[in-house]
C-alpha cells in the first residue's frame, strides 16, 4: 500500500480565504515559495517562525524570531561540535509588540532590543544573518553571515490541513551556501561556502492549543554533491500531505508517504530510526551526540523541546530508481511538544 500522490501547486496563491479560513487552492506542495501567508482572525491561534539553523565544520548556530499571537519569542544558539559547549539565549517579549512577520518566505524580518539583536535581511537572492548580543554566556557575540540562494534551487513549501480552520504552511529550505563568521568573546568561526550550510524552516499557520511533532534534517556535502533531508513526522499524519523530501544539488524528491519515527522516550540519546511507513523508500538511523533541551513554562506557554545533534546513516530511494547512500551525514532530530 502507498499514499496517493500529493498535488503540486504552480501558480502564486494565497493561504487563507477572506474570512481567515483555509483556501482549498493553497492545499498542496510547492518547488517555490509562491505560497502568501495572509493569515488573519482566529485570535490567539497564529503561529508565525522564521527559524534559521547553519551547519558550520567547527559549530551549529541557529537564530529564530517567533510571533505566537500573544507573545513573541527569539532565541539564539550555538554548539560547538568538538567540546560540545553550547548557549542558548531566549527572549520572551509579551504581546509581540513591534514583531512583524511577513507573510512571504523571503522576506527582510529583525528584532532589537538591549540583549539581543537579530536581522534577516532578504536581497537579491541572499540573506543576510546578522545577530548581535553584548552578554552571550559572558561573551559578546556578533555573526555576520551570507547565506545564497541558488537560483534554480528547488525548496519544499506545502500546507498541511488539519481542517478549514486549522492548518499550516511550512517553507524548508536546505543546502544554502554559508559565508561568514561567528564571533564568540576573543574566538571566531568562519563559515565557507563548499562546507557550510543554511537550512530555513519558515512557519505560518493556525494551530490547535496542542500538538507534538518530530522534525529530522540535515543539509551537508556528500560525495561532492549538495543533499539536503528534510521529514516531519505525528503533526502530518493523517492530512494526506507531508514535510518529505530529499534535495540533491538544487533538484528535489517529494516522498509522498508519512515516515514513522522510533525513539525512546525516557533516553532521547539512544539512536532514532526515520522510516517510510509503506515502502522501502525512507530506511535511516540517527545516532545522537549532543541533545538540546528548551523547556518554556510560561503559563500560556507550555513547550518542551528535545533536539538531537548527530549523523545519519542509510539510504532514500529517489525518483529515478537511484538510490542515495547516508553515511555518517551531520544533522538534527526534535520532538516537540507544545501547549500554546
Not at 477572506?18 to 505560497?35: C, F, S
Not at 553571515?145 to 492548518?167: A, C, G, M, Q, Y
Not at 560525495?223 to 503533526?235: D, E, P, S, T, V
Request: aromatic share 12%; hydrophobic share 40%.
Amino acid at each position: 500500500m502507498r499514499q496517493h500522490a500529493e498535488r503540486e501547486i504552480v501558480l502564486p496563491t494565497v493561504l487563507c480565504d477572506k474570512k481567515g479560513n483555509l483556501n482549498p487552492e493553497a492545499i498542496g506542495y510547492a518547488r517555490t515559495p509562491i505560497i502568501d501567508c495572509n493569515l488573519s482572525g482566529h485570535f490567539m491561534r497564529k503561529k508565525k517562525w522564521n527559524y534559521w539553523c547553519v551547519f558550520g565544520e567547527e559549530i551549529l548556530f541557529s537564530a529564530t524570531i517567533s510571533h505566537l499571537d500573544y507573545a513573541a519569542v527569539c532565541f539564539v544558539y550555538f554548539l560547538e561540535y568538538e567540546t560540545q559547549r553550547y548557549f542558548e539565549k531566549t527572549i520572551l517579549i509579551p504581546l509581540g509588540a513591534n514583531v512583524k512577520m511577513p507573510e512571504k518566505v523571503l522576506e527582510t524580518i529583525q528584532y532589537k532590543n538591549s540583549e539581543v539583536s537579530i536581522e534577516m535581511t532578504y536581497f537579491n537572492n541572499e540573506t543576510h544573518l546578522t545577530v548581535n548580543a553584548p552578554d552571550f554566556d559572558g561573551d559578546p557575540l556578533h555573526a555576520e553571515l551570507k547565506i545564497e540562494h541558488p537560483k534554480n534551487d528547488e525548496s519544499l513549501n506545502v500546507v498541511i490541513p488539519w481542517n478549514r480552520k486549522t492548518f499550516q504552511f511550512t517553507a524548508k529550505h536546505h543546502t544554502l551556501p554559508a559565508t561568514g563568521v561567528v564571533h564568540i568573546g576573543n574566538r571566531h568561526f568562519n563559515f565557507t561556502p563548499e562546507e557550510s550550510f543554511a537550512v530555513l524552516d519558515y512557519g505560518r499557520g493556525i494551530w490547535p492549543r496542542e500538538a507534538t511533532w518530530n522534525w529530522g534534517m540535515a543539509s551537508q556535502r556528500v560525495r561532492g554533491q549538495r543533499i539536503g533531508l528534510n521529514f516531519g513526522g505525528k503533526w502530518t499524519d493523517g492530512t494526506g500531505m507531508t514535510e518529505n523530501a530529499v534535495f540533491v544539488d538544487g533538484k528535489m524528491t517529494k516522498i509522498h508517504e508519512d515516515v514513522l519515527f522510533h525513539y525512546d522516550r525516557t533516553d532521547f540519546m539512544k539512536p532514532w530510526t526515520v522510516k517510510s511507513k509503506f515502502s522501502g523508500q525512507v530506511n535511516l538511523m540517527f545516532t545522537p551526540f549532543f541533545e538540546r533541551v528548551a523547556e518554556t513554562n510560561a503559563k500560556v506557554i507550555v513547550s518542551s523541546v528535545h533536539q538531537m545533534v548527530g549523523y545519519y546513516d542509510g539510504f532514500i530511494q529517489l525518483e529515478d530508481g537511484t538510490t542515495l547512500q547516508i553515511q555518517q551525514m551531520l544533522g538534527c532530530i526534535e520532538e516537540h511538544v507544545a501547549k500554546w
